[in-house]
């Protein structure tokens, strides 16, 4: 069995910060890609942010310079820094990450919630 659980979810007003956390746990062999997604209400899951096991990271638009994913591949855990968020980054945030056991299968975290007022 392999879990995802993500952390740091809350409310935050606009133009402060947060920081998620998602930690793997249970019995694999390896940890590839791990991302962040997000849903707001009435809208489809989209992607946030993405990052390799060698470092290499990906960024949605919308967050491109405010957004920071990293990753401690010692603790297979993945972060995501959130400054100077907007109330149009409101969403349910999931962690999502590639984990190698017998094959390579995909897993969600249960999502964590993200407010920003106004």
């Known amino acids: ?12 007003q606009a133009g ?7 930690a793997a746990s249970g019995r694999f062999f390896s940890v590839g890609t791990m991302g962040w997604y997000r849903q707001a209400p009435g809208k489809q899951r989209e992607l946030v942010a993405t990052i390799t096991s060698g470092g290499s990271t990906n960024y949605a638009d919308s967050v491109k310079g405010r957004f920071t994913i990293s990753r401690d591949n ?6 995501l820094q959130m400054n100077s968020p907007k109330p149009e980054d409101t969403a349910v945030y999931y962690c999502n990450a590639n ?10 975290g249960q999502g964590t919630q993200v407010t920003v007022s106004s």
């Open 16 to 22: 402060g910060s947060l920081r998620l956390t998602c």
């Open 74 to 79: 010692a603790k297979n855990t993945v972060y």
């Open 99 to 108: 984990i190698r056991y017998t094959r390579i299968d995909a897993y969600w």
């Open 1 to 12: 069995q392999v879990h995802l659980v993500e952390s740091g979810g809350g409310l935050v």
